[in-house]
């Protein structure tokens, strides 16, 4: 494939706006959680890689709230070291001096009134220096405080009905399960709009996500074969090889299906599935995501044993290093049940799909980290070549891969040369690496950038992920109501077994992780 540069491969993709032209309006940037881990590693650095991309406004200042004592001089420090340590770029003198004194910092505690107090007096200084801005609330903080924050808000007059646009940015976990996501849902729209929330699910910031629907949308020869008729089934899988980490807090009473599969697989699910919208506009894309999640069929208590399998590690090798079961991670405690491996086969039950089943396979301490969207189409109806002649033939594969080695191959048969009629899968492959020059944006400076502009495309709005606990909550009751735990699987395998059966059938297998 010819290298072309990104500026010639826009102007031909109808679904890439040309971001480089667009600036967002003068902004009011307010990051609650601006001292923490998020603000620090994704936040900060986007802000600093969108201003050194030229995407920011003249006029844009930040205030990272917190709970320590600091001032502002204490705050950019942190901002420098955070953005030194994590961006992508690395951070020039030169750029950092645009930005530098744009930021401040405000202490208080999120259950305090004052602090939103001194925050509107503090925003409407910012407008006295040169008029009005739109002001975006980013909550990178425990969801605990997503409630409370967007009150109290409200309540100073900075949420619905204020008088510019004024945006809230929410980080996930988005509820525990159904009911408390419902719950959070009427909490935060009885203070913002549901066009001013944007909640973020960072697996749509990235660049091969967005791919995904130029590859199936702005592609004439995909959509013909892009449906039950064609598709024998599709795997989606997100593996990763690290362990939980330090994360003990919040990932044992979160596990596997409640940190991926209700979020990130449920988004890809719905991007490789739905309709082709009419417009690549907010409403009109999410209506079609919601349209495919609907039509997701729900198991009942008896059918969730047939359909899915959860696995937690146990010790092994990973890389070549010994690591310990996660019963015995920092804090865990012995006798946890908490799933670290799902795989789940999923049914669509519309005209495109009915009879292909999805399956969704997500893990941590797999052999190897990756992101992939496998769709594993038919296998030819009659082979005109004697069998014995030319061995195995696999069936076609298009393999959208999503991580690390970001790209897209196509699985075809070819001719191995020589007398006989052996044949062998050889693969039409497209990597982003070496077709595109240039460093793709992380997905926090794509999403904060959509959100300044005011686009929600890519943001979960509240009817689809409520849609999405819909299709685990039966699932999480029935684990809840089991007496047995969780499949253990060897820490840097490829699952557990369990998982194996859920698929072989027809001949199906996992691809190798
Ligand atoms: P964190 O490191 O614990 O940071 C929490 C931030 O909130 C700190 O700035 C802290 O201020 C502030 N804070 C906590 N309680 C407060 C209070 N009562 N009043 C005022 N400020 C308070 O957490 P995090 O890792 O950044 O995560 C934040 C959110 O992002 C969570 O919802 C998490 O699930 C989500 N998330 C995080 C990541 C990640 O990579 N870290 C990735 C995806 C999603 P002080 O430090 O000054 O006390």
């Known amino acids: 494939m010819a290298t072309v540069t990104p500026a010639e491969a826009l102007p031909e993709n109808p679904f890439v706006q040309d971001i480089e032209e667009e600036l967002p309006s003068p902004t009011s940037l307010v990051v609650f959680g601006g001292t923490g881990d998020l603000a620090a590693r994704k936040l900060l650095p986007a802000v600093y890689n969108l201003r050194r991309g030229g995407l ?42 645009t930005l530098e004194s744009r930021l401040e910092f405000l202490q208080g505690d ?28 980013y909550l990178a903080v ?10 109290s808000l409200a309540s100073v007059g900075l949420g619905a009905g204020a008088e510019r646009p004024t945006r809230l940015m929410i980080e996930k976990p988005f509820g525990h399960d159904l009911e408390t996501a419902l719950a959070l849902n009427d909490e935060i729209s009885s203070a913002f709009d549901e066009s001013q929330i944007f909640r973020i699910d960072h697996y749509l910031g990235k660049e091969t996500v967005q791919n995904l629907q130029v590859m199936r949308f702005a592609n004439g020869i995909l959509e013909p074969v892009w449906n039950r008729r064609y598709v024998e089934h599709v795997q989606i899988t997100m593996a ?26 449920m988004q890809l699910l719905s991007l490789v599935a739905m309709e082709a919208p009419v417009r690549f506009d907010a409403n009109t894309v999410r209506d079609e995501k919601v349209k495919l999640l609907r039509s997701v069929r729900r198991y009942t208590q008896d059918e969730v044993p047939d359909y899915v399998v959860r696995g937690q590690y146990g010790a092994g090798w990973v890389g070549g290093e010994e690591v310990p079961a996660y019963i015995r991670e920092e804090n865990v405690p012995d006798d946890s049940r908490t799933d670290t491996y799902v795989a789940m086969r999923v049914e669509i ?4 799909w009915a009879g292909t089943p999805f399956y969704l396979r997500c893990g941590k301490r797999l052999s ?33 891969s999503v991580q690390p080695d970001e790209g897209a191959s ?37 999403l904060l950038h959509d959100a300044l502009l005011g686009d929600a495309t890519l943001f979960t709005r509240a009817d689809e992920v409520e849609e999405e ?33 859920l698929l072989a059938v027809r001949g199906r297998r996992w691809r190798q992780i």
């Open 56 to 97: 920011l406004p003249q006029k844009f200042d930040v205030i990272g709230i917190g709970r320590r004592a600091g001032d502002h001089k204490r705050f950019r420090r942190h901002a420098h070291d955070s953005i030194a340590e994590h961006s992508r770029t690395g951070l020039d003198d030169d750029t950092w001096k």
């Open 110 to 137: 999120f259950d305090d009134p004052k602090l939103f107090k001194e925050l509107a007096e503090r925003l409407a200084r910012h407008d006295s220096r040169g008029g009005p801005r739109q002001r975006v609330f």
């Open 142 to 151: 425990s969801p605990a405080f997503f409630g409370t924050i967007a009150k």
């Open 240 to 265: 990763e090889d690290i362990g939980i980490g330090r994360r003990a807090a919040y990932y044992d009473s979160a596990g596997a299906m409640r940190d991926v599969i209700q979020n990130h697989l």
């Open 349 to 352: 039950d519309n005209w495109r």
């Open 368 to 400: 190897r980290r990756v992101t992939e969207i496998a769709v594993r189409f038919r296998p030819v109806p009659h082979l005109p070549f004697a069998r014995a002649d030319i061995g195995e033939v696999e069936p076609n594969e298009l393999v959208l």
């Open 410 to 446: 196509l699985r075809l048969v070819a001719k191995i040369p020589g007398q006989s009629m052996y044949v062998r899968p050889v693969q039409m492959e497209f990597k982003y690496g070496t077709s595109f020059l240039g460093d793709s944006p992380e997905a926090y400076e794509r």
């Open 469 to 501: 606990w819909r299709i685990i909550q039966p699932i999480l009751d029935t684990w809840r109501a089991e007496s047995n735990g969780p499949a253990i699987y060897e820490a840097g395998s490829q699952g557990p077994p369990e998982a194996d059966e």
